[in-house]
């Protein structure tokens, strides 16, 4: 994960503890809230420069919950992120027949990435009215990446220039689809009645697909309480 991001998770977490007995605050009375937060995964990595990468979209994670009961709520993440990568080489070689061959091809690699959370959370802090809050969300999580490769190759008589050369089109599409069990920490730290800067990390188990490896994201952004 990206250095500066964990360092910034790393300083909501340091929020003093002492704000706690001094916040005197009514509970939050809105159940339904939204929030906006950057985020960075094992398929949606947080960076913003790449050797081979073009037009690189930062994900982002838009949020809407709805709050149960006092300690627990419901909430649906979507995350998208996107890039592309264009590869091009040229070069000569002889073929099996002696000829010397000139080879030209590009390839442009466009992958497209989203996922979905359906997490329950439950928070564990005791006094509702405090600034920080510590919670634990759980659920599910479907990623969904789509790879598509277009290009060409073109295949000419370097000693003939002349004579008509062999092009290839490319324009293939590879889906890949993986549902993993979520759990891990969420921090908020609350300012006024309805704003509070959120953070979570989720460890990530895959159940379905080959490989079961654990993986782990994070999220870090703002979340807004709507209606009375």
Do not use: C, W
Not at 61 to 73: E, F, M
């Amino acid at each position: 994960m990206n250095f500066t991001f964990l360092t910034l998770a790393s300083l909501l977490l340091s929020v003093p503890y002492s704000s706690q007995a001094q916040d005197s605050q009514p509970v939050l009375a809105s159940k339904f809230y939204v929030g906006l937060a950057a985020y960075s995964g094992p398929y949606q990595t947080f960076s913003t420069t790449h050797r081979y990468r073009d037009n690189i979209n930062i994900p982002v994670q838009a949020t809407i919950g709805y709050q149960l009961r006092p300690r627990l709520a419901v909430q649906l993440g979507l995350t998208y992120s996107g890039y592309k990568n264009k590869f091009e080489r040229e070069y000569d070689y002889i073929s099996i027949d002696n000829y010397k061959i000139h080879y030209n091809g590009n390839t442009i690699t466009t992958v497209r990435t989203f996922s979905t959370a359906l997490l329950m959370r439950y928070t564990l802090t005791r006094k509702p009215a405090h600034h920080f809050q510590f919670d634990v969300v759980g659920g599910l999580t479907l990623m969904h990446q789509g790879v598509r490769l277009t290009g060409n190759e073109t295949y000419s008589y370097a000693d003939y220039p002349q004579s008509p050369s062999t092009i290839i089109e490319h324009n293939d599409s590879y889906p890949y689809n993986r549902l993993n069990a979520s759990l891990g920490p969420e921090f908020r730290y609350r300012f006024g009645q309805r704003l509070e800067v959120v953070s979570d990390i989720l460890f990530n188990l895959p159940i379905t697909g080959t490989y079961h490896d654990l993986d782990s994201s994070l999220a870090l952004g703002l979340r807004y309480h709507l209606g009375q």
